[in-house]
Structures are given as C-alpha cells and as structure tokens.
C-alpha cells in the first residue's frame, strides 16, 4: 500500500512566483494536514482538512498561502506570491479517523522548498 | 504554555548503550494519545511508538519503550542497544480527544547523535 506521496520532492523558485504543492493521502484516511518545517519555527501545522472540508487553518501564515482539497485523493498548498522566508520543508501527513493509535499520522516525504 | 517540551536539543550517546530523550506535556484532558517520531537526516518522518493515556502497561517497540508517568505528565523514549543509524531528531507529540480532529501538537525535538 503506497504511503502519503508529495510531489515534487524539491523545489526552487525566485521570489515572487506561485508556487503549488501537491498531497496525495492515504486512501481511507479522512484527515489531511500540512506542516511547515524550519530550524527557526520547528514543525508548524499550517491546516487540515476532515473529509476535504478545511476545519483549521489558523496556521496559515497570510493570505499569500492558500490550500484546498476538492477530493478525498488530492490536496494542494499554493503560495502566491512566494517570498524567501517561504523557504521551509513543507509536510503532508495523513490519519484514520479510527483505530487502535487514533491520531497516528503517517507522513509524507515532503518538499523541499527554496525561494530565491 | 507550551504543550509538548522537549528539553534536550541535543544529545550524544554511545553505540550499544541505552538513552532516555525527554517529554513532558501539557492537559487538561483525561483522554489522550502520545506519539514518538524519528525524522533522520533524509528528512522523513518515521512513527515509532504511540502510548494512549488509558493504556495500563507502558508501549514498547521493538528497542524503543515508553516511560510513561502519568502524575508526572511524562512521556520519555528510551532506546536500548543504540546504533548508528538511530542517530537523528526525535519528536514528541501529542493529540487530546477533545481536541476537534486528529491535531497532534509537536514538541520542539531532540537531536541524537550516536558515537561509534
């Protein structure tokens, strides 16, 4: 069974371009969230969705970050327009709604994200 | 206040020795759930242990075990018979049943270096 796919693994773009960032979960799991990840920040939860409803987004950093899930196998993170303190590691994880470790989330391998 | 502390930046640890990285949180809530996860120098995000807060007996996997102190709000990760390639961050996390969906608040982490 194929885990949480990102893509792309890497990215590097120049200040001021539109950046999007593409999730696919686990199939079955009703919750999807995206992080942030810097050695300033540490891991910041940026939003989640609950059956691709957005339920929290008060991670969001500004209105230049924007995300959406119009199906349950598909999400994506838009940053417009991207700015060099974007540059992060960004995130998707995954969870059941149910199961023995409630909560778990499974992870992506994430995206490296540089803005020049 | 923070939820998940991680008082360890960083820690070294001799190969074939055990260590005890460190995790205190912070609820109000009777119901929760206590996550481990190992994020190695690739960058992925590795689940490795998960103790609920009902559970009577402390979790173990494999080398990692749980010192689960429940009066104490503890959590701490023990490694037995270190190796190279534990050498990595650690992650505590936590998610509360009240909390409105599978949120798992994130601990700043813990840096182990494992010395040959």
């Known amino acids: 069974d194929a885990g949480v796919i990102q893509s792309p693994r890497h990215e590097v773009t120049e200040m001021g371009q539109e950046v999007t960032l593409r999730c696919k979960p686990i199939?079955?799991?009703?919750?999807l969230f995206w992080y942030r990840q810097t050695m300033m920040r540490g891991l910041e939860l940026l939003i989640y969705f609950n059956n691709n409803v957005p339920i929290d987004d008060s991670g969001m950093p500004e209105d230049r970050f924007s995300a959406k899930m119009p199906n349950a196998s598909f999400s994506t993170l838009k940053i417009q327009p991207s700015e060099p303190r974007d540059s992060a590691v960004y995130f998707c994880?995954?969870?059941?709604?149910?199961?023995?470790?409630?909560?778990?989330?499974?992870f992506g391998p994430g995206t490296r994200l540089t803005v020049l | 206040a923070q939820k998940i502390t991680q008082t360890q930046p960083g820690m070294f640890v001799q190969e074939k020795e055990a260590v005890t990285l460190d995790c205190t949180y912070d609820?109000?809530?009777?119901?929760?759930?206590l996550f481990w996860y190992k994020q190695p120098s690739s960058g992925e995000m590795i689940f490795l242990i998960y103790q609920g807060s009902y559970d009577q007996q402390n979790a173990t996997e494999g080398r990692y075990s749980l010192n689960f102190q429940k009066a104490r709000k503890s959590a701490n990760l023990v490694i037995s018979a270190s190796q190279l390639g534990d050498s990595a961050m650690y992650f505590c996390a936590m998610r509360e049943v009240n909390n409105a969906g599978n949120m798992l608040t994130f601990g700043g982490g813990t840096r182990l270096m494992v010395k040959p």
């Open positions: 994880a995954s969870s059941p709604t149910s199961g023995a470790m409630w909560g778990e989330q499974f």
């Open positions: 199939s079955g799991h009703d919750y």
């Open positions: 609820t109000s809530d009777p119901s929760y759930g």
